[in-house]
């Protein structure tokens, strides 16, 4: 499985921001599909994930209400749309996929691929 993140950047505070995760190289429908970030000097947090073949979606208490993660079958990304920005929010953020959604879909051991980072910056 391979995957490829893009879409951060610099943004203010109250801003917007997209992210898009290219995954390739598998059949996914139970994998689940997850966002994670890192701010300097701060363990690799979960921010959301769900299940690729759906119904299952989970997101972090810090972003829940202004982030949105989402699949596109025909385009094969997973997309977090992220609202009301804040500086709390500056992170590498990274995409990552494990073969089975499970009750520890926050736990960043439990995923096996990972994508190169995209970092997000939030500051005026």
């Known amino acids: 499985v391979q995957l490829q993140a893009c879409g951060g950047g610099l943004v203010q505070p109250g801003g917007s921001l997209r992210l898009s995760c290219a995954v390739s190289g598998g059949t996914f429908t139970d994998y689940a599909l997850a966002w994670f970030r890192q701010a300097p000097g701060k363990e690799r947090e979960i921010v959301a994930a769900l299940r690729w073949g759906g119904g299952r979606y989970a997101y972090a208490d810090s972003v829940k209400g202004r982030f949105s993660i989402s699949r596109d079958h025909v385009k094969n990304t997973v997309n977090l749309q992220m609202n009301s920005l804040n500086p709390e929010d500056t992170a590498v953020y990274y995409c990552?996929?494990?073969?089975?959604?499970?009750?520890?879909?926050?736990?960043?051991?439990?995923?096996?691929?990972w994508g190169q980072g995209t970092e997000v910056t939030v500051s005026s």
């Open positions: 990552a996929a494990r073969i089975r959604w499970t009750t520890n879909w926050g736990t960043p051991g439990e995923y096996g691929y």
